[in-house]
């Protein structure tokens, strides 16, 4: 029986989109090289409440390309 994951709540959902909005992770999911990229990836899980929030609700990391976006550059 598989354990389903905790509802990550409103406002952990609404943080999410905050992130996805961020023009600076953005850029980071988009391209996947670059200064955008270094600074999401570096800053996502230390410092930044809504990359954080975003990786939580996602299962993925902040700088990592969206579902059907791999390999676009």
Not at 65 to 70: F, Q, S, T, V
């Amino acid at each position: 029986m598989a354990v389903a994951a905790p509802d990550p709540g409103r406002l952990k959902r609404w943080m999410a989109q905050v992130c996805l909005r961020c023009p600076v992770c953005r850029q980071a999911r988009r391209k996947q090289q670059g200064w955008a990229y270094k600074l999401v990836k570096n800053v996502e899980s230390g410092t930044c409440p809504f990359c954080r929030a975003y990786a939580q609700v996602t299962g993925r990391a902040a700088h990592e390309p969206l579902p059907g976006e791999e390999g676009r550059g």
